[in-house]
């Protein structure tokens, strides 16, 4: 066996150790590389600490603070996904034809239920978020009890019951402690509510079954339409039916949700607005309906004159208006009566113009007989 110099033997120990050091300098280079940061936030701490710009989430959050339930539910140990409307799809769902300026003027159930839609249960990052994978939201249709989907494309832009049908995740994988945040270019509407209610925005049916302060009324004419009789028109379709010619046709007499508390308070049988709504059957809510609707023509308040009369919608009850010279009994100076209403009933707010038709709100509900 061939001996080994101390000078060789040195040399080739100090090769060993000159490779183990540089074995270890790559091992710890792979170790040190910076991992991503903690998520030191929970969802709702998150998105309110992104705020301003176009990319923000401050709407989001004003919107998410009208609920605590929803809050409280984001800040828990979930884990949530949520997909997050910017600022920008916020403003580009205000600008939507026919859809209310001011979101407050939404009934807030339906604000909710869209809300809902954003959030999914469970963490899926992008890695998830593929082509063909669909998601359960926390939004299930009040009226079939379906349970609203979102949908990937295989583009990888998601499908929802929004006009948009590709909307982009603009940013992805948003840690938070409790879940992850993917913001999204537009506000996504749930499918039933996009094939229900888009249709209708900017008629008077968007007006009554859209608006936070119509919700009894809406209740009733959920009532009406429960049974529609054979050959007949839902009161929802009347108030949504297009203008021919783009000439507006109908003329609504809306009573607000004031009107149905004001009847409980004065009825002391009555305990709520629900035991109101349960005396009515489809019949009598459609025939109470149809008193408050003429197709005759959009009449504005300026073109109503005193003792005017209007066939109500295929009721055959007339509708009489008065026109007070000096305003006494209506703030608009206006009031209008159906053969049952004892006293003419005021119009509170006139001239809501809609692109099928024109509604005044009323102080009470008119009688048919």
Known sequence: MKKLSLTALFGRLLSIMLIGSMLGFMACSDDDDPAPPAATLDIVALASADMGGSNGLDSLVKYLSNYP??????QSDGPYTVFAPTNAAFISLLQTPGFPQDIRQIDPDIIKGVLSYHIVAGENTSAEVVA???????????????????SVNNDGTLLTGSTNQEIEIVTADLAATNGVVHKVESVMIPPSVGATLTPILGTLAGTVLLGS???????????ADSDVPTGETAISA????????????????V??????????AANPDLDSVEDLLATFTASSARSTLLTHVTTAGAVASADLTDGDVFPSALTGVDLTITVEATPTNSPTGVLV????NATAVPVVIADVNTSNGIA?????????Q
């Open 360 to 368: 005044h709100v009323i102080g009470g509900l008119l009688a048919p």
């Open 238 to 253: 009347i108030l949504a039916s297009p203008a021919p010619g783009g000439t507006p046709t109908i003329t609504a007499f």
């Open 213 to 223: 302060d119509f919700t009894y009324l809406a209740d009733l004419i959920a009532i």
């Open 132 to 150: 063909g994978a669909s998601f359960n939201t926390l939004f299930t249709d009040p009226a079939s009890s379906t349970v609203q989907t979102i």
């Open 255 to 264: 009573p607000p949700n004031d009107v149905f508390a004001g009847a409980v």
């Open 337 to 340: 009566a159906a053969p049952g």
């Open 69 to 74: 339930d929803l809050i409280t539910l984001l």
